[in-house]
């Protein structure tokens, strides 16, 4: 199983910058997709911006201009620039991968990075 470790969360001002990080980690793997999603508390988990293998990236209207998502070079890990932060920002954000295994194929999460923007 792959495991998806996220780094970067914390506590900003409104207008700052913080950039989250996520590693993919594992044997006999490879990842199409990958990206970050967000959760509100009751909600549903939203999407806010993916990166295919190619390099092609998507983003909510929300997050245009102001995040940026990129791939390393090893494509197993995935970076989110988040600038110019506003408050509504402020939620748990997910890590996201495709993940295509020997047998199968699978969406993997990781546990979560709390972000906090303050007014």
């Known amino acids: 199983q792959v495991q998806l470790v996220e780094s970067g969360g914390g506590l900003v001002r409104a207008g700052g910058s913080l950039r989250l990080s996520c590693a993919a980690s594992?044997?006999?793997?490879?990842?199409?997709?990958m990206g970050w999603y967000r959760q509100a508390p009751g909600k549903e988990r939203e999407l806010v911006a993916v990166?295919?293998?190619?390099?092609?990236?998507t983003y909510a209207d929300s997050v245009k201009g102001r995040f940026t998502i990129s791939r390393g070079n090893a494509k197993n890990t995935v970076y989110l620039q988040m600038d110019s932060l506003k408050p509504e920002d402020s939620i748990v954000y997910y890590c996201?991968?495709?993940?295509?295994?020997?047998?199968?194929?699978?969406?993997?999460w990781g546990q979560g990075t709390q972000v906090t923007v303050s007014s």
């Open positions: 594992g044997t006999g793997f490879s990842i199409n997709t």
């Open positions: 996201y991968a495709d993940v295509y295994a020997r047998y199968s194929r699978y969406d993997q």
């Open positions: 990166i295919t293998s190619g390099g092609i990236p």
